[in-house]
């Protein structure tokens, strides 16, 4: 894989996916900005992937077009064409001055109850058996159940959405098969739907996050179209990183039992111990950008047109940034990693993400003798690129009330 990595490192080979860390570590030592499989440029070192990130020419219109046209005419392109995420000024300006308030640590206050209730109603009937598969059991649910208290929405709704959301999202990876695609066709009719009557039957005065949308339509600056896209844009990004995050932090503290044992131990540890996990295996492993201008970039010339992809994963193991960079320690003085990006693109969800991931491996850890229930090397990860999560982490522990 090394080998491999200096010639044309390749994310959606199937070692590289399972654990990418390796060439990382090779790439940051031996070549931070590398030509990598189909001509893709790929920025490694934590500064570099922090300028290319604040840097205007490298944009976000061309990876817009590029999805629309890999996903093909119809209801889906014109959905993508308007994600929030695709979009460069002015138009991601005015999509984040809209949704903006409701993702302030002021505002998600009230949601901090329902998060910690959700974990304990999940993980009640755990406790009794003594065993659950944490991905399914606790992790996409708790993150699927806050997304949509943020935009206000039911959470007897969180099967269909669930379904339709990880089903559209499967499409927005270089990993998407044709099956993967007709799957996305077929979701987001039922997904964009079931949208425009949760906003039918809305009004514009209420506290969440489809309400603050539905008031800026009224005053024309988002339109329906935009609604929609930014609603299953959050729900798809909302509960897919979390979800994931949750698994890969659990499995870092499984993976090294004296840091469960410290933060089982010393509770006051967990905002620490969320920051390392992550910065060590973050569910957002990378972004893409395609370049409006020819850029040099550590004596490698960029051509314009070209794809950039920025190693978020990579970037978080620096060892120009991070001492020790690929050890595990949560009494690590606490420095911001790349997993929520940086610049006026850094992620509006961090304050709910943090909140969710404190609450959940709190949780977690004080469950008694909490060990992993498989082989480690029977662990999946999810066919994926940018993201990076667990198809399943099965745990056991001592039973109780």
């Given at each position: 894989?090394?080998?491999?990595?200096?010639?044309?490192?390749?994310?959606t080979?199937d070692?590289?996916?399972?654990?990418?860390?390796?060439?990382?570590?090779?790439?940051?030592?031996?070549?931070?900005?590398?030509?990598?499989?189909?001509?893709?440029?790929?920025?490694?070192?934590?500064?570099?992937?922090?300028?290319?990130?604040?840097?205007?020419?490298?944009?976000?219109?061309g990876?817009?077009?590029?999805?629309?046209?890999l996903?093909?005419?119809?209801?889906?392109?014109?959905?993508?064409?308007?994600?929030?995420?695709?979009?460069?000024?002015?138009?991601h300006?005015?999509?984040?001055?809209?949704?903006?308030?409701?993702?302030?640590?002021?505002a998600?206050?009230?949601?901090?109850?329902?998060?910690?209730?959700?974990?304990?109603?999940?993980?009640?009937?755990?406790?009794?058996?003594?065993?659950?598969?944490?991905?399914?059991?606790?992790a996409?649910?708790?993150?699927?159940?806050?997304?949509?208290?943020?935009l206000?929405?039911?959470?007897?709704?969180?099967?269909?959405?669930?379904?339709?959301?990880?089903?559209?999202?499967?499409?927005?990876?270089?990993?998407?098969?044709?099956?993967?695609?007709?799957?996305?066709?077929?979701?987001?009719?039922?997904?964009?739907?079931?949208?425009?009557?949760?906003l039918?039957?809305?009004?514009?005065?209420?506290?969440?996050?489809?309400?603050?949308?539905?008031?800026?339509?009224?005053?024309?600056?988002?339109?329906?179209?935009?609604?929609?896209?930014?609603?299953?844009?959050?729900?798809?990004?909302?509960?897919?990183?979390?979800?994931?995050?949750?698994?890969?932090?659990?499995?870092?503290?499984?993976?090294?039992?004296?840091?469960?044992d410290?933060?089982?131990?010393?509770?006051?540890?967990?905002?620490?111990?969320?920051?390392?996990?992550?910065?060590?295996?973050?569910?957002?492993?990378?972004?893409?950008?395609?370049?409006?201008?020819?850029?040099?970039?550590?004596?490698?010339?960029?051509?314009?047109?070209?794809?950039?992809?920025?190693?978020?994963?990579?970037?978080?193991?620096?060892?120009?940034?991070?001492?020790?960079?690929?050890?595990?320690?949560?009494?690590?003085?606490?420095?911001?990693?790349?997993?929520?990006?940086?610049?006026?693109?850094?992620?509006?969800?961090?304050?709910?993400?943090?909140?969710?991931?404190?609450?959940?491996?709190?949780?977690l850890?004080?469950?008694?003798?909490?060990?992993?229930?498989?082989?480690?090397?029977?662990?999946?990860?999810?066919?994926?690129?940018?993201?990076?999560?667990?198809?399943?982490?099965?745990?056991?522990?001592?039973?109780?009330?």
């Amino acid at each position: 894989m090394l080998a491999d990595a200096v010639t044309a490192f390749d994310p959606t080979a199937d070692d590289v996916r399972r654990d990418p860390y390796p060439s990382y570590h090779w790439l940051l030592r031996h070549d931070p900005v590398h030509r990598g499989a189909h001509h893709v440029w790929y920025v490694s070192r934590f500064g570099d992937v922090r300028a290319v990130l604040g840097d205007e020419r490298f944009a976000r219109t061309g990876i817009r077009q590029f999805w629309t046209d890999l996903v093909g005419p119809g209801l889906l392109s014109r959905i993508v064409g308007d994600i929030i995420l695709f979009q460069d000024e002015p138009d991601h300006g005015r999509l984040r001055g809209v949704v903006g308030p409701a993702f302030s640590p002021s505002a998600l206050r009230r949601l901090e109850p329902v998060i910690a209730a959700t974990v304990e109603d999940l993980l009640r009937p755990a406790r009794a058996r003594g065993t659950m598969d944490v991905v399914a059991e606790l992790a996409y649910p708790l993150a699927l159940r806050a997304v949509l208290g943020l935009l206000g929405l039911p959470d007897s709704d969180e099967d269909a959405v669930g379904r339709w959301s990880r089903a559209v999202g499967r499409t927005l990876d270089r990993g998407a098969t044709a099956e993967d695609m007709l799957e996305g066709h077929a979701a987001i009719a039922d997904f964009a739907d079931y949208v425009e009557q949760a906003l039918a039957a809305r009004r514009d005065d209420g506290e969440d996050l489809l309400a603050l949308m539905l008031a800026a339509h009224r005053r024309g600056l988002m339109s329906r179209n935009e609604i929609v896209s930014t609603v299953v844009t959050f729900i798809f990004t909302g509960h897919e990183t979390v979800a994931s995050q949750v698994g890969n932090g659990l499995l870092s503290l499984l993976s090294h039992p004296e840091q469960l044992d410290l933060l089982r131990w010393s509770p006051q540890l967990v905002a620490p111990a969320v920051e390392e996990c992550l910065r060590y295996d973050p569910a957002v492993q990378s972004n893409t950008r395609q370049l409006t201008a020819d850029v040099e970039l550590h004596g490698r010339l960029l051509g314009r047109h070209d794809v950039v992809v920025v190693l978020a994963g990579a970037a978080n193991r620096d060892p120009q940034r991070y001492d020790r960079p690929d050890e595990f320690d949560i009494r690590r003085d606490p420095i911001p990693s790349m997993s929520f990006g940086a610049g006026m693109r850094y992620c509006l969800g961090s304050y709910l993400a943090r909140l969710q991931l404190r609450t959940a491996l709190s949780a977690l850890a004080g469950l008694p003798d909490l060990r992993l229930a498989t082989a480690p090397e029977e662990l999946t990860y999810q066919p994926r690129t940018m993201f990076r999560g667990l198809t399943r982490l099965p745990v056991a522990f001592t039973p109780g009330d």
